[in-house]
């Protein structure tokens, strides 16, 4: 069974604060990738990977970071987290043009 | 630019009232057209997959059409607990994302 799991469901965080959101996947898959997805807005991409160490801007990645130093494992980093960044936080994984997996989300309240 | 519609944006229907989903898409180059389930505050769940137009796929109450414009999701006597927005994304294969989301369709079912 495909399993995309992120490390937390909720979050708070203070303005200015480094946050890590981190998203494990068990499925060898090459691509990975950070969404934010906000009412009326929908999924927003911010980062995607390819292949470890290897990342690619998405439509929205001012303010964001990201780290894979492992294939399972791919990190968005929030520098220095600012209200505007209050969101559901969506990770997925995906090989080669196949169904794209997501996981659990992060609810992430910037105060 | 590719483009993904979809309609109505909110639908309310009562329990056992057949209706349909729309997705419109303008994509070069259609390599797969995915419909998700997403319950609130939880990731996207997937659905289906549909790679060619006349291409149709099921499970339980649900049923998944495509043309080579739009696809449709056929909800067939629906409960209470097939409440939750539907979502669609278009995949042209331009690079390792090429995924295009449309903001969703609101479903409830009322008892």
């Known amino acids: 069974d495909v399993k995309v799991t992120q490390s937390s469901r909720y979050l708070v965080k203070r303005t200015g604060e480094k946050v890590f959101l981190e998203c494990v996947q068990d499925?060898?898959?090459?691509?990975m990738f950070w969404y934010r997805q906000d009412p009326g807005l929908g999924l927003r991409l911010i980062y995607f990977?390819?292949?470890?160490?290897?990342?690619e801007k998405g439509d929205i990645p001012e303010g964001y970071s990201v780290s894979r130093e492992k294939k399972e494992r791919f990190s968005l980093i929030l520098e220095s987290a600012s209200t505007n960044q209050t969101s559901m936080y969506l990770c997925?994984?995906?090989?080669?043009?196949?169904?794209?997996?997501f996981g659990p989300g992060t609810r992430l309240l910037v105060l | 630019e590719d483009q993904v519609t979809q309609s109505p944006e909110a639908l309310r229907l009562q329990e056992g009232e057949s209706s349909s989903l729309n997705c419109s898409y303008t994509?070069?180059?259609?390599?797969?057209l995915f419909w998700y389930r997403q319950d609130p505050g939880k990731g996207p769940e997937f659905l289906f997959t549909?790679?060619?137009a006349g291409e149709e796929k099921e499970k339980e109450r649900l049923k998944a059409t495509l043309t080579k414009k739009e696809s449709f999701l056929h909800i067939t006597a629906p409960k209470p607990e097939d409440s939750a927005t539907y979502l669609c994304?278009?995949?042209?294969?331009?690079?390792?994302?090429?995924?295009?989301f449309g903001k969703g369709t609101h479903l409830i079912i009322q008892p």
């Open positions: 994304a278009a995949y042209s294969g331009g690079g390792a994302d090429g995924l295009t």
């Open positions: 997925a994984t995906r090989w080669g043009g196949k169904t794209q997996y």
């Open positions: 549909l790679y060619s």
């Open positions: 994509v070069s180059g259609l390599r797969g």
């Open positions: 990977s390819y292949d470890v160490k290897m990342k």
């Open positions: 499925m060898d898959h090459e691509n």
